[in-house]
Nanobody, 119 residues
């Protein structure tokens, strides 16, 4: 599965953004999916994950209550709705498809989309 992330941009603290991850190829609905983020010189950090059918979600503590992950399997697209953004959320965000469950081996990464939150 090939992934294309989009929707990043510049937003003021307290604002909102919605990221999208469009998938091409077959069987998008078979994959658990997720979002991670990475700052320059740092390790990639898990942000949120969602089961293949969209019924289960998992969030990092740092974004719980502010971010919402969801998917539309009919459109082969996953989303990350981000509210109450903080400067600490500034990162490049990557979408990922997992081999089995959320957090398992990543079989495909999107190219990344930059989110910048100004104070």
């Amino acid at each position: 599965v090939q992934l294309q992330a989009s929707g990043g941009g510049l937003v003021q603290a307290g604002g909102s953004l919605r990221l999208s991850c469009a998938a091409s190829g077959r069987a998008f609905g078979r994959y658990a999916m997720g979002w991670s983020r990475q700052a320059p010189g740092e390790d990639r950090e898990f942000v949120a994950g969602i089961t293949s059918n969209g019924e289960g979600t998992l969030y990092a503590d740092s974004v719980k209550g502010r971010f919402t992950i969801y998917r539309d399997n009919a459109k082969n697209t996953m989303y990350l709705s981000m509210d109450s953004l903080e400067p600490e959320d500034t990162d490049v965000y990557y979408c990922a498809a997992y081999r089995s469950v959320v957090g398992s081996t990543v079989v495909s990464w999107g190219q990344g989309t930059l989110v910048t939150v100004s104070s």
